[in-house]
């Protein structure tokens, strides 16, 4: 489990998060959803340490994140794996140099046994013809497949996804989502999703953190948002006609 | 202010650069590619304008002599001193700096507009040692070799001018080059090019990591690095030159 206490950050004068306070739990896909510029890429930065948070703390398993020195901090980012919005693939190197690298990098096992799990990991996400094509040479859903194949190498028990539907088409976006949500349960990791793609809130949004102007505006489930009286959240949510619309005709889930 | 902080950002990036460097293989496989880029990669420009550089100070030598008083050889004596005390070690360290400073800061300044270095540091890894550690070794290793490539070639350089083009004979220049010959200026010019050859990369590495925006922040990066890298190579060489010489 992650949970986030009273975490707050602010830049220089702006503050951007206020008084967080969020648990993301085991085997279930944890979404943080909210409008561009709510903070909730700033939050999962913060989560990750890649944002130093001003006030509160992060613990992972319990173990605080912000108070952790260099080397605890080192051992607890070696549980974590995330897929950037942009997939963040290492450019020089091939596909499956990428998926590779964690491996070479933090065990000792043999090339051979590297390079099998790397395949093992191209083929858990269905990527299993790309191994010898560099980044550039790929489309946008098999770059997030390969970053999410490089995040789940190492067994990881943290995954972070940033973001995983952006510029996608609706058609790979739910297998990219469909793909999240089996890794989640058959790895049984905490899973943390930046959205703010309805469809992936819809079908796969376990646990839903609503962030509104660097407040948590709310937290329930995605049958919950359906009922919730909370004017922002369904502002946001049912913006388009046709979700309004469904829900009108009293849709359920 | 701006200056010291930036100074400050530097120091602190050079230490997690040295802390922790990571695997071995890792390093071994990262220098060797630094090697070959950094230095492999620059030894054909460096031979071309050592060559140059050495028959054009050789020519300006010899026609600047008219007094009948100075011998012809102080045309190879000059050319050497010229080209082992400033030429090699400086001129070509300014010449490093704007090929391969640009080259560091614009490769490290797109890892980390793309968040390829949020990704090493995501993954536990120290990104700094990871990236900026190989460079700068290897700049250290093959700089000074490349200075003495450039010491060899800008001499010859000199001799082929002189003799191709008559205005000296090969024995005369050749005692030129052998009269009093001081060691030390060698070590004097191997020292400033280690400087230099830290100089370069860790002031490139540092403008590229820091790097915030898109490419052209990116491009523009690239070109303050070759700045403030020549710069600081122009105040030590002087630094360098007070301590060493005098």
Redesign the interface.
């Known amino acids: 489990m992650i949970e986030i206490k009273h975490l707050s950050k602010s830049f220089g004068e702006n503050q951007v998060l206020h008084q967080i306070d969020a648990a993301f739990e085991e085997g279930k896909t944890n979404l943080i959803i909210g409008q561009s510029g709510s903070g909730k890429t700033v939050l999962m930065k913060c989560v990750v340490g890649l944002f130093e948070p001003t006030e509160g703390d992060v613990l992972y398993s319990g173990r605080s994140f912000t108070q952790a020195s260099f080397n605890e901090k080192r051992n607890i980012r070696k549980e974590i794996g995330m897929v950037f919005q942009g997939g963040a693939l290492f450019d020089s190197m091939t596909v499956e140099e990428n998926v590779a690298f964690p491996l070479r990098m933090f065990t000792k096992e043999s090339r051979s046994e590297v390079m099998d799990r790397a395949d093992l990991c191209l083929k858990r996400v269905n990527l299993p013809k790309a191994h010898k094509l560099f980044p550039s040479e790929i489309s946008g859903g098999m770059k997030k497949r390969v970053a999410i194949a490089r995040a789940i190498a190492l067994n990881p028990k943290y995954l972070f996804f940033d973001e995983p539907n952006s510029g996608l088409d609706p058609r790979t976006s739910i297998l990219i989502d469909n793909l999240i949500q089996e890794i989640t349960q058959e790895y049984q990791t905490v899973t943390v999703i930046n959205t703010h793609d309805m469809n992936s809130v819809m079908e796969i949004g376990d646990k839903i953190f609503y962030i509104h102007k660097g407040h948590k505006h709310w937290q329930g489930d995605r049958v919950g948002i359906w009922e919730s009286p909370n004017k922002e959240l369904t502002d946001f949510v049912f913006a388009t006609r046709l979700m309004r619309d469904i829900r009108s005709k009293n849709f359920k889930l | 202010m701006n200056y010291l902080e930036n100074f400050g950002q530097y120091c602190l990036l050079m230490f997690r650069a040295f802390r922790q460097p990571?695997?071995n293989?890792?390093f071994r496989e990262q220098l060797v590619r630094e090697i070959d880029s950094l230095g492999v990669g620059s030894v054909g420009i460096i031979a071309i304008i050592s060559l140059f550089m050495g028959a054009v100070i050789a020519i300006q030598m010899a026609a600047n002599i008219e007094s009948p008083l100075i011998p012809m050889y102080t045309v190879g004596y000059a050319t050497r001193e010229s080209v082992i005390l400033e030429f090699s070690s400086t001129v070509i360290a300014l010449i490093l700096a704007g090929k391969v400073g640009s080259n560091i800061a614009s490769e490290i300044g797109?890892m980390r507009v793309?968040?390829?270095i949020?990704?090493l540091?995501?993954?536990?890894?120290?990104s700094a040692g990871y990236l900026i550690l190989p460079k700068i070794t290897a700049a250290l290793l093959i700089i000074p070799i490349l200075t003495l490539m450039s010491m060899f070639l800008g001499v010859w350089g000199g001799f082929f001018a002189c003799t191709l083009t008559g205005l000296l004979d090969s024995p005369t220049y050749i005692q030129g080059i052998t009269l009093d010959f001081r060691p030390y200026h060698l070590v004097y010019s191997l020292i400033k090019s280690l400087v230099f050859a830290f100089i370069i990369t860790s002031v490139a590495s540092f403008r590229g990591y820091y790097v915030r925006g898109g490419s052209r922040e990116v491009g523009q990066t690239s070109t303050r690095a070759v700045v403030n890298a020549s710069i600081s190579i122009l105040l030590w060489n002087l630094i360098l030159t007070r301590l060493l010489l005098l």
């Open positions: 990571g695997r293989r890792f797109t793309s968040e390829q949020d990704a540091e995501i993954m536990g890894v120290n």
